[in-house]
């Protein structure tokens, strides 16, 4: 078994590595034909830009993207640069560099990876779904009979912060800046899935396919760990099934065959303000001009934040949302749950999480209104703010630095949840929802608490569960998205997540149940 | 202002800490040797497994004593001087006090086993042992196999701890089957059966004769006392209970027992000195109860109770229904009432047992002959709700009632298989009874709260 496993992960590194390989390979010659067709799809007026492609990349053969794509900005700074001084804006391409260079980047790729997208996939995508399920599979045996299986999580490098940790770290921010930022070392990566993009939406795959399908293996991988090391508990399962199911259906095909059908792309789960460019003058134009769907999404998406979201979390909790559908939630729970030990406890990041989290729903909040200001009053300014930029900043701040790069980036070190902790301003709606109108709750059994604090430990949104039990006060807390593994781990069948009439929900206690009555009376009742 | 010392920074201590606090603003001050700050002594056994680490088990943050106003101090105190109302601590300093509150907790028993002091052989209670078995047994290259003497709830978790890291373990057990003192015997059967499945090497009804020693001066083997067979080990671990840590006030004038002698208001026969936790004994036991209760919920509850008296709202410690739990390996245990073993049973106990057929799950129910009076559950890998049960019991609830209501208790985690259906049929074709279950009822639950 341990052979097999060790195999598995030199299979899953070669993947990786290949993977990891693929930005800096490549061969790509831009031809004119091509060229000409970009340059019409753009409309690009910039006779210095077209010029200067045709002079310096045209019919030239690059070995990977660096050399190509660094040629292309250049061009495009250049020629910027010369029309703003000639004040001929009408020149000026307001395609961003890196989107431009991915763009010709895409089209003018040719050689071995191109020719071979099926192999390509299987040394990338295969390896690593081969190595990694080799890895993940033995351990039905490995890890035992059925029960809690967190043995050695502090022990080894990579589930307690050594360097196994870091390195996953450096990867993960490397790949969300990648993704981000710098879109033309996405391309190969394009290349491995066209087939499956082609067959979806009917075309080529750009670079956020990619990380949609990605997601989708990985969380399907990941999950075949979920079941394995959760298989003593209906609710891990049951839950984990949830939202693989909506993240393939919902998140992944659903808005793919949308656009074959000539629809708007659009993820039916994704609750604004999580969805925040749900209200940007682009989308909201490009539904209004998709007919029937259009204005059915338009309705769907007010309904869902305002009237769907709300009242699930009145009967379920939070939880409904975060931890059984939400896409975010789903990569937390399943390529996240090794690392979900690392939230801090401290009440000091308590303090931390409400400032950020509540600071980035007023964001969201104010720049949506602002959005929406502009877009009836047709008007590009606010109050001397520019829509755009406010947009832009929020976009660049919280869409792609603190959800992607910090989010998902820091799950080694910080946890599998800092988004969902102390970003999200859905979640920050949603706990409002849950801590003052809900029937959820976590219920303390009485007095068994013997205060371990597995709960605590594994607690990812970093609660100290353990500070509600010992004083055997049920856990009823805006943060809670109810994953369940504090009630999974604990020793002593203390919690129990349950929705119940809303009497008695919060019910502080000092002396605990076991003691004598009329001291619980005298001292509680106070 | 009144100055109250504590000794033992343990549960038992500390509540009492919190609740004076709560209740007053006396000057207060915690002694304890141990360690510098609270922690949870039951959670010991995850630290070695790594699922937590030591700073995980503190279930305060280190700010919070200052906060709140609880002076530390980490020292030993050798002398209880009660004539001058002060401590004497082993670095020779003395402090002052006002109320003394004892609660230092236990220490591993020792029976007096040829070789009990030899390096290698050590006991599972405070955070230094838990170092000493990180030292012992770090690995399976280090310590090749350990055996563990004396078959109780601390002895299956240092065997649960050993495999963590693969080490291959022997266990004697003085019983002819695991905890049946205090477990019925379907249960304890049960257990049996997954500690083998464990791997561990399980030996029922064997005594610990002697521990050898290699050249070095180390623990190399045991021999079996019935058997004489030799067993070689690196690490032993004694686990045979615990007793209270007295030993320091063998001169103080306090009267002991085998633990500090206490009436029901926790006081001592010294004026102004309580004891509390483990190192408690009651003149007379409470109910069922043993005098000296080492559990953690007793200290818990001790605190909570000593510090209303401290506080002048003169009270006595009436625990109320019995409780506990515990995790066998993989199998969780909770009890509520009582249920005795076949050698404790009171004569008018009758027992009902149900054990699943598949999954290592099963229920014991104790009930009164005659009135079918409800006296107690133990259940095993099902979790129940702790105030239904407690309730049940107040009202003196007839074991009929119970069986029809028993789904109101169940708390496992929600979509878990449910076995109340499959209990009281069994219940029904033992008892010859026609009960049917009635569905979980929120009001139900919630009518007393
Ligand atoms: C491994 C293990 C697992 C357990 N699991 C459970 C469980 O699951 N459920 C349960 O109910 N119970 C369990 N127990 C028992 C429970 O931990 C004890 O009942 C409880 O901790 C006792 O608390 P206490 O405050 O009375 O004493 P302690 O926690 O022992 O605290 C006493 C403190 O006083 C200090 N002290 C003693 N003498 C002096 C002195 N002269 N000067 C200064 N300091 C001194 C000691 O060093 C110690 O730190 C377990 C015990 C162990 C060892
Ligand atoms: S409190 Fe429990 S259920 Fe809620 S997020 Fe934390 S571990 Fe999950
Ligand atoms: S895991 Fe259970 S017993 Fe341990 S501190 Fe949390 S609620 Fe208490």
Redesign the interface.
């Known amino acids: 078994m341990k052979t097999i496993q060790n195999i598995g992960i030199i299979i899953f590194l070669i993947g990786l590595g290949i993977f990891s390989a693929l930005p800096f390979m490549g061969t790509f010659k831009l031809d004119q034909g091509t060229f000409d067709g970009i340059v019409a799809e753009k409309r690009i007026k910039s006779d210095l830009f077209i010029q200067d492609i045709q002079q310096n990349v045209v019919g030239k053969e690059y070995n990977g993207m660096i050399n190509l794509s660094s040629n292309i900005s250049k061009a495009l700074d250049n020629a910027n640069e010369a029309h703003v001084k000639n004040k001929e804006y009408k020149k000026k391409i307001y395609t961003k560099s890196s989107e431009m260079a991915s763009l010709i980047g895409k089209r003018s790729g040719s050689g071995y990876i191109v020719n071979n997208k099926g192999i390509m996939w299987m040394l990338t995508f295969g390896l690593g779904i081969i190595g990694a399920l080799m890895f993940i599979v033995p351990q039905v045996l490995t890890l035992?009979?059925?029960?809690?299986k967190?043995?050695?999580?502090?022990?080894?490098s990579s589930t307690n912060r050594g360097w196994i940790a870091w390195l996953v770290f450096a990867f993960l921010v490397s790949f969300y800046m990648v993704l981000y930022f710098g879109s033309e070392y996405a391309v190969n990566w394009t290349y491995l899935v066209d087939p499956i993009s082609e067959s979806l939406s009917g075309n080529p795959a750009g670079h956020w396919f990619v990380y949609g399908f990605m997601y989708c293996v990985i969380m399907v991988v990941m999950a075949v760990r979920m079941y394995i090391k959760y298989r003593?508990?209906?609710?891990q399962?049951?839950r984990t099934t949830s939202v693989l199911f909506f993240q393939i259906i919902f998140a992944f095909l659903i808005p793919e065959i949308m656009v074959r059908l000539q629809m708007p792309y659009y993820d039916f789960k994704n609750a604004f303000p999580l969805d925040y460019d749900f209200f940007f003058q682009w989308n909201l134009k490009s539904l209004i001009n998709s007919g029937g769907i259009g204005l059915f999404i338009l309705v769907w998406g007010i309904v869902l934040t305002l009237v769907i979201v709300p009242v699930m979390v009145y009967f379920f909790g939070k939880r409904w949302y975060c931890s059984w559908v939400c896409g975010c939630g789903g990569l937390a729970e399943t390529l996240g749950d090794p690392y979900r030990q690392h939230s801090s406890k401290?009440?000091f990041s308590w303090k931390v999480e409400r400032w950020l989290i509540h600071g980035v729903l007023v964001f969201a909040v104010f720049m949506t209104g602002i959005t929406l200001y502009s877009f009836f009053a047709e008007t590009g300014t606010v109050m001397g703010i520019k829509t755009s930029g406010i947009q832009n900043t929020y976009s660049l701040a919280i869409g792609s630095v603190f959800a992607g790069v910090i989010g998902t980036g820091f799950y080694p070190i910080f946890g599998n949840r800092v988004w969902c902790r102390f970003g999200c301003p859905l979640a920050a709606y949603l706990g409002f929802v849950q801590r003052f109108k809900s029937r959820f709750r976590i219920?303390t059994?009485?007095?068994?608490c013997?205060?371990?604090?597995?709960c605590?430990?594994y607690c990812e949104q970093g609660i100290d569960v353990?500070?509600y039990a010992?004083k055997g006060e049920n856990i009823v807390r805006s943060s809670c998205v109810g994953c369940?593994v504090c009630?999974?781990?604990c020793?002593?069948?203390v919690l129990?997540?349950?929705n119940?009439?809303e009497?008695?929900r919060i019910?502080p206690t000092?002396?605990?149940?076991?003691?004598?009555?009329?001291?619980m009376e005298?001292?509680n009742n106070k | 202002m009144e100055h109250i010392v504590i000794i033992g920074n343990g549960i038992a201590g500390v509540t009492a800490a919190r609740h004076i606090r709560k209740n007053s603003d006396k000057r207060i001050t915690v002694v304890s040797t141990e360690t510098d700050y609270f922690f949870s002594r039951t959670a010991l056994m995850y630290i070695y497994m790594g699922h937590m680490k030591f700073e995980h088990t503190q279930p305060y943050e280190n700010w919070f004593w200052k906060k709140n106003r609880i002076d530390l101090v980490k020292g030993y105190v050798n002398t209880v001087d009660h004539l001058n109302k002060s401590l004497i601590l082993a670095n020779g300093s003395s402090i002052a006090y006002d109320k003394l509150i004892l609660a230092t907790g236990s220490k591993p028993n020792k029976f007096g086993w040829p070789g009990q002091d030899l390096p290698g052989v050590q006991g599972l209670y405070s955070k230094q042992d838990l170092d000493q078995l990180e030292a012992n047994a770090p690995d399976n290259k280090t310590c090749k196999r350990a055996v563990i003497v004396g078959g109780g709830l601390i002895g299956i978790e240092m065997a649960e701890m050993l495999r963590s890291r693969k080490i291959p373990v022997t266990f004697l057990v003085r019983e002819d089957s695991f905890w049946n003192g205090v477990l019925p015997a379907g249960e304890s059967a049960l257990i049996n059966e997954h500690i083998l499945e464990h791997h561990i090497d399980l030996r029922l009804g064997v005594n610990l004769g002697e521990i050898l020693a290699d050249e070095n001066g180390r623990a190399r083997a045991v021999v079996i006392k019935e058997t004489g067979e030799e067993i070689a080990c690196d690490v032993v671990g004694l686990t045979a209970g615990v007793s209270p840590n007295v030993d320091f006030l063998k001169d103080s004038g306090i009267e002991l027992g085998r633990g500090i002698k206490v009436n029901r208001h926790l006081e001592t026969n010294i004026k102004d000195i309580y004891a509390i936790g483990d190192c408690a004994e009651q003149h007379e036991s409470i109910g069922n109860r043993r005098p000296i209760e080492a559990v953690w919920y007793t200290g818990r509850m001790m605190g909570e109770t000593v510090a209303q008296t401290i506080c002048g709202n003169k009270i006595e410690y009436k625990p109320g229904h019995w409780f506990n739990s515990a995790k066998f390996l993989d199998v969780e245990y909770q009890t509520y009432g009582w249920v005795f073993s076949e050698r404790g049973m009171k004569e008018y106990e009758q027992h009902f047992h149900w054990r699943d057929d598949k999954e290592l799950i099963c229920i014991t129910m104790a009930f009164h002959k005659e009135t079918k009076q409800f006296l107690g559950i133990n259940t095993f890998g099902i979790r129940m709700r702790h105030e239904i049960f407690d309730r049940w019991l107040t009202e003196e609830r007839d074991v009929f009632y119970v069986m029809e209501h028993l789904k109101d208790a169940n708390f496992d985690p929600e979509f878990y298989t449910t076995y109340e259906t499959k209990i009281v049929s069994k219940f029904n074709s033992e008892f010859g009874t026609n009960i049917t279950p009635k569905k979980k009822s929120w009001k139900r639950i919630f009518s007393n709260a």
């Open positions: 035992g009979k059925k029960g809690i967190n043995d050695g999580i502090y022990h080894q003593h508990n209906m609710y399962m049951v401290s009440l219920t059994n009485g007095g068994q013997i205060s371990c604090g597995n605590s430990t353990r500070a010992q369940g009630s999974a781990v020793p002593r069948g129990k997540l349950e119940g009439p009497a008695g019910n000092q002396v605990l149940l076991g003691n004598d009555v009329d001291l005298l001292v």
